[in-house]
């Protein structure tokens, strides 16, 4: 991970790891005022929020969620953002009334080539979005800004931000020794705060604080010390965006399910465990990633809800309990996997940040006295998934040993990728 990380950050295309530049060179401090909003867009839901900011850090959110109705996952540019705007709109008019002007903040969790802070184009869709390809290269924030004016909305965006970044954002927001934030949702990503010298690939670039935010796009990542089953192929081979997002595809809420449902097809077809039901076990993504934990988690002395979810969802009437046992095992290999291989990149960036304990760091503090690191992390699958987290915080203590480990906290944040959204807008409509 921090080789590739190296590479991203040598040159545009030195590695599968973007390492994007945000322009966010700046992040809350705590001084930033006012009312504003965001809007989070990039996965299962939509959100709207309203943030108000202002007297020593506090902060009130209220929200609206919507999920993205299938069609406009796979429709135009102007049929999603139309959609976008107008449940916007109404959420400002019941907040605030009609004409109220406002600076947003807008999240969009795709990978974006940023041109400032509140401008930049799609790269390519990711997640199961697949909107026509001619959108990929337009401003995905003057897009947006159109569909606000045509729908009367006196709103514009002021930062367009990866859900990392607001994460990110809201968790410096709360504590400075935060550098680096973590989605473990329907998709995976992190970023962190590198410093602009070691950019190399932007030469001159500077700013007021020595630094800035890089949007790593880790979901993409890949490496040949990975070790890729047969599962990961066939799950890659259902997907849209074949040989991309090889990361994501093995941690993240899309496609734990389905990894595990490709399991135990290959075993229906090969033994008889399932009886005849192994048919029934070929219909992809009908495991869905709650259900798999929900099937890890069953406590019950005869697996009682595993054999609901058996019969109920993957219509598999009858299992014996010794099957039902393997169905627990294979969620937990495929769940285990997934959070160890999180762990990994979570000790890339601190290595790469010179805070995993492991020898001289760039700013020259020697072994023996990390500083104290926080990582904001978020995402449906982290914070609905005790044994996922669990897994997790066991692979961290494992790499860098419970001395090091006991200085690096995980922390979760709510609706970061969208209140630090809000805060960012706040930050760059009112400092520069
Ligand atoms: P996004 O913001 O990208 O839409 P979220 O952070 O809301 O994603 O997470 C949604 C994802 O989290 C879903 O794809 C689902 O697979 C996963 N998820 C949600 N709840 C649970 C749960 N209880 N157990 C496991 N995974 C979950
Ligand atoms: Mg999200």
Redesign the pocket.
């Known amino acids: 991970m921090v080789v590739e990380m190296h590479a991203g950050l040598a040159s545009d295309g030195g590695s599968k790891l973007k390492m994007l530049l945000t322009f966010v060179d700046a992040l809350p401090t705590g001084n930033e005022e006012g009312i504003y909003y965001a809007i ?1 867009l ?4 939509f959100r709207a929020l309203r943030v108000e900011v202002g007297s020593g850090s506090v902060v009130t959110s209220r929200k609206v969620e919507l999920p993205i109705p299938e069609e406009l996952t796979k429709g135009t540019i102007e049929e999603l953002f139309n959609f976008v705007a107008i449940a916007l709109k109404d959420f400002v008019e019941r907040e605030d009334g009609k004409d109220e002007k406002r600076a947003l903040g807008f999240t969009f ?1 795709f990978p974006v080539r940023q041109t400032s802070v509140s401008s930049g184009s799609l790269i390519r869709w990711t ?1 199961g979005f697949s909107i026509e390809n001619a959108q990929v290269g337009k401003d995905v924030a003057q897009c947006l800004n159109e569909a606000l004016a045509m729908s009367g909305l006196n709103v514009r965006v002021t930062a367009l931000v990866n ?1 990392t970044v607001g994460t990110l954002a809201l968790g410096h927001y709360h504590d400075e020794d935060t550098v680096a934030a973590v ?1 473990i ?3 995976t990503n992190a970023c962190y705060i590198e410093r602009t010298d070691a950019i190399i690939k932007c030469q001159g670039l500077l700013t007021n604080s020595g630094g800035m935010v890089v949007n790593m796009e880790w979901g993409n990542f890949w490496s040949s010390h990975l070790p890729r089953t047969p599962y990961d192929i066939s799950l890659d081979d259902e997907t849209q965006n074949r040989n991309d997002q090889g990361f994501e595809k093995m941690i993240s ?2 496609y734990l ?1 389905e990894i595990a449902r490709l399991v135990l097809h290959r075993m229906a077809l090969e033994s008889d465990v399932f009886g005849d039901a192994a048919d029934n076990l070929s219909t992809p993504f009908t495991l ?3 259900l ?2 929900a099937i890890r988690e069953d406590d019950s002395p005869d697996l009682s809800e595993v054999r609901r979810i058996l019969q109920e969802h993957l219509k598999i009437p009858d299992t014996p309990l010794k099957t039902r046992r393997l169905v627990v095992k294979v969620c937990d290999i495929v769940t285990r996997r997934a959070a160890r291989l999180a762990a990994a990149g979570i000790v890339g960036i601190l290595k790469k940040l010179g805070r995993d304990g492991s020898g001289v760091a760039s700013s020259g503090r020697t072994r023996g006295q990390p500083r104290r690191s926080v990582v904001a992390i ?4 982290y914070q ?2 005790p044994v ?1 987290r669990e897994y997790l915080d066991e692979a961290l203590v494992e790499i860098l040993g419970e001395e090091v480990a006991r200085t690096v906290a995980l922390r979760v944040t709510e609706d970061g ?1 969208g209140v630090g959204a809000a805060l960012l807008a706040a930050v760059y409509s009112s400092n520069r």
């Open positions: 989070d990039g996965g299962t839901n969790s997640k859900d989605i949702g329907a998709g809420g899309i399910g869905s990633t709650p798999l934990a978020e995402g449906g699958l609905g998934y996922f990728s």
